[in-house]
């Protein structure tokens, strides 16, 4: 069966310091994977998503970026946090029968 | 870019009752589906739903594809306590390579 990592779990950073956040999925190969954000009782707002190694499509143009430097392996990067980048991150794989999540990681930006 | 609306946005309701919630859209969707979040967990899927008219259950979940290809919706019934957290539905346009396009989700609670 197929299984979804994110790490960490949480995170606390301070404005201006750089970010990895990064995924993994087991159990299935070349899947679509995906970066949210969710802002504290809001919606899921897509940022990246790729459809295979080093093909990245940028939804939402941000100081993030996202890198898939392995078929089964999505990272989410920034060289310089803001407080807006403050949320709940969702990193997500695809296939026919849906998109699953994994358990997020919550970041917060001070 | 493409836009489902959800509704209701929050919705209290006594455990026992049965909930209903919809999405809509101007544009045709391929495939809906209808996701359930925990707090501080990741969305889970529910029921997806593939071809127009089709209605499915999934205990006492049950949700519709409408037969326009526009709309969707989830009823959940007799909720428990545990019915609590927010429901998204999301609709696919194309192929599924195509992100998924999510409504804004419903909040629901239930007094016991």
């Known amino acids: 069966s197929q299984t979804i990592h994110q790490w960490p779990a949480t995170l606390v950073q301070p404005v201006g310091s750089p970010l990895s956040l990064e995924c993994t999925v087991e159990g299935t190969s070349n899947p679509n994977l995906y970066w949210y954000r969710q802002a504290a009782g809001r919606g899921l707002q897509l940022l990246f998503y790729s459809v295979g190694i080093g093909q990245i499509s940028s939804e939402v143009p941000q100081n993030l970026s996202a890198s898939r430097p392995q078929d089964r392996q999505f990272i989410l990067s920034s060289k310089k946090l803001l407080l807006s980048d403050s949320g709940f991150y969702l990193c997500?794989?695809?296939?026919?029968?849906?998109?699953?999540f994994g358990p997020g990681t919550r970041l917060t930006v001070l | 870019g493409q836009q489902l609306n959800q509704s209701p946005q929050s919705m209290f309701i006594q455990e026992g009752e049965d909930v209903s919630m919809n999405c809509t859209s101007s544009?045709?969707?391929?495939?809906w589906l209808w996701y359930k979040q925990d707090p501080g967990e990741g969305p889970v899927l529910l029921i997806a739903?593939?071809?127009?008219?089709e209605l499915t259950s999934n205990g006492r979940l049950t949700a519709q594809f409408g037969i326009t290809r526009k709309d969707s919706f989830l009823n959940i019934s007799a909720s428990i306590p545990s019915d609590v957290g927010i429901y998204f539905c999301a609709g696919q346009l194309g192929s599924g390579n195509t992100p998924l396009v999510f409504g804004k989700g419903t909040r629901l609670s239930v007094i016991a």
């Open positions: 544009s045709i969707f391929n495939t």
């Open positions: 997500a794989w695809g296939a026919l029968a849906g998109e699953f």
């Open positions: 739903l593939y071809k127009a008219g």
